[in-house]
């Protein structure tokens, strides 16, 4: 299946590129949550018409789902190394919260984290089930592999993996500084394990 779709708007025919709709998109929900975002403004920003966007995404709902998965592979790919590299709880989890502190300060004007902050920005159940769906998938990776590394306690381990996570997101939201959240994540690593 092609990347671009012919979309009529205005009674010429357009292109546009389905997968750089996903990034604008995901760029805008990731600024202001589900809910702040309406079919108006992501027609607009994506360049087609609204009967255009269900065309190509089936509903804001199916737009959403597609750039949350979009940012998880670009944005989360730390999880997976910290899975992958860490030899020890501590070095998991300091793995984790300095990857956190990095990505979450990456963009300027939409710091955070998109999955974690996701769930506090919007009331829609259904978007709402579907950021939980990726919370619960981290949390049960980061447990999986506590267990493996001989962590007796994983599943409270885990917890606390996503919670400090969740505190770097709101608080590179909030405006702290990259430095400052890699010193705390240091600092937390250490102390939490």
Do not use: Q, W
Not at 87 to 96: D, P, T, V
Not at 176 to 187: I, N, P, T, V, W
Request: hydrophobic share 40%.
């Amino acid at each position: 299946m092609s990347d671009t779709n012919k979309v009529k708007t205005a009674g010429r025919p357009r292109k546009f590129s389905v997968n750089e709709g996903i990034a604008k998109a995901m760029a805008l929900f990731h600024a202001r949550g589900y809910d702040d975002v309406g079919v108006a403004e992501l027609s607009s920003t994506i360049g087609i018409t609204a009967t255009s966007l269900y065309a190509a995404y089936g509903s804001k709902l199916g737009l959403f789902e597609r750039a949350l998965a979009n940012y998880v592979e670009c944005s989360g790919t730390f999880v997976g190394e910290a899975l992958s590299r860490a030899g020890s709880a501590e070095e998991l989890l300091r793995k984790l919260l300095r990857g956190a502190a990095t990505a979450y300060t990456e963009y300027p004007g939409r710091s955070g984290c998109m999955v974690l902050d996701g769930e506090l920005m919007t009331s829609d159940t259904r978007a709402s089930n579907l950021i939980r769906e990726n919370v619960v998938r981290v949390r049960s990776a980061i447990a999986d592999r506590l267990r493996a590394l001989g962590v007796t306690d994983a599943e409270r381990k885990a917890d606390i993996a996503i919670l400090l996570m969740r505190g770097i997101s709101a608080s590179a939201r909030t405006g702290s500084s990259r430095e400052s959240l890699l010193d705390a994540a240091d600092r937390m690593a250490h102390l939490a394990t």
